[in-house]
């Protein structure tokens, strides 16, 4: 029987991976387990800074495994810099990975805390000259990572109009403090390159419960095949392997 796509199941999740994507099994992978003890505060690490032109906004899709927004990234209109970063990185997509319930659903876990989601935004730096250049550079890639938690008062819903996609500005999901953790890793699912210069954002942003209701009525089967809810699409904290995660803040 061929072997079945990755995916989050017993039978292709991320105990699995390394038998298709050996790279899974390398020394930095993502996401890691942060411990506030261990973290070395950095006075050098400048403020990072995101310049979004809500033009750049094509399409939002369900690829069966995460629900993901694109970007127009064929020029620098939409790009992060600063931070741990050198030059400019263009936002190519944002994705999201969540769980069943509120209690767990981030890939980055910050002392023993699980958030209901995490947001990832990422950038490539184009002096690799396309995506997939960048993917076999250790500075090829930025991901901006935001935790989601769920807000406790209840959401009230309101009568506002569905704000198309296609105008969509995404440092309005930025929370305030600009405080982030900082750390070399990989992408988090297959093919686990370790090209990734992570900006964890010390502050969660609040979502409500509808919010999150909507994620988890995703599907990850297709249209016509039997229903599959699309939740737990995030893989657990890898080995640290002696890597130094930095903090911007004391
Ligand atoms: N969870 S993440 O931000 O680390 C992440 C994971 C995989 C991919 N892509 C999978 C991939 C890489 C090369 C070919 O196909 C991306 N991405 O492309 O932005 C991001
Ligand atoms: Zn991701």
């Excluded at 699995?16 to 387990?33: M, T, V």
């Excluded at 959401?155 to 500005?169: C, Q, S, V």
């Amino acid at each position: 029987m061929a072997q079945s796509v990755w995916g989050y199941d017993s039978d292709n999740g991320p105990e699995r991976w390394h038998e298709n994507y050996p790279l899974a099994k390398g020394d930095k992978q993502s996401p890691i387990e942060i411990n506030s003890k261990d973290v070395q505060h950095d006075s050098s690490l400048s403020a990072w800074h995101a310049s979004y032109d809500p033009g750049a906004a094509k399409t939002i899709l369900n690829n069966g495994r995460t629900c993901r927004v694109v970007f127009d990234d064929t020029f620098d209109r939409s790009v992060l810099r600063g931070g741990p970063l050198s030059g400019a990185y263009r936002l190519r997509q944002l994705h999201l990975h969540w769980g069943s319930c509120d209690q767990h659903g981030s890939e980055h876990v910050i002392d023993g805390v699980k958030y209901a989601a995490e947001l990832h935004m990422v950038h490539w730096n184009p002096k690799h000259g396309n995506f997939a250049g960048a993917l076999k550079q250790p500075d090829g890639v930025a991901v901006v990572g935001i935790f989601l938690k769920v807000s406790k008062i209840e959401n009230i819903k309101t009568k506002g109009k569905e704000a198309p996609f296609l105008h969509f500005d995404p440092s309005i999901l930025f929370p305030k403090s600009r405080d982030y953790w900082t750390y070399h890793g990989s992408f988090t699912t297959p093919p686990c390159e370790e090209c990734i210069t992570w900006i964890l954002l010390r502050e969660p942003i609040e979502v409500s419960s509808d919010q999150m209701a909507k994620l988890r009525s995703l599907s990850k089967n297709s249209e016509n095949e039997p229903v599959s809810p699309l939740v737990d699409n995030w893989r657990p904290p890898q080995p640290l392997k002696g890597r130094i995660v930095r903090a911007s803040f004391k």
